[in-house]
């Protein structure tokens, strides 16, 4: 039998698997210097978006069961 496979936990925090299987994550730009963007880009920026089917394959080799 073959050992379990262990969850990349950094990964299981930023990435969430969707009901179709699909990935979703987060946007980067929203931590500091918020003082210039405007409140539709940073209202946009708190959705999280589907990742990109370029990334999918790594993401889910660190997130085996998530």
């Not at 500091?32 to 889910?60: C, E, Y």
Request: aromatic fraction near 6%; proline fraction near 6%; charged fraction near 35%.
């Amino acid at each position: 039998m073959l050992p379990k496979i262990k969850t990349h936990r950094g990964a299981a925090k930023r990435f969430k698997r969707t009901g179709s299987g699909k990935f979703l994550r987060r946007k980067g730009y929203k931590s500091h210097l918020l003082a210039k963007k405007t409140a539709r880009r940073k209202r946009v920026l708190g959705n999280p978006v589907v990742l990109d089917p370029s990334n999918k394959k790594n993401v889910k080799r660190l997130l085996p069961y998530g």
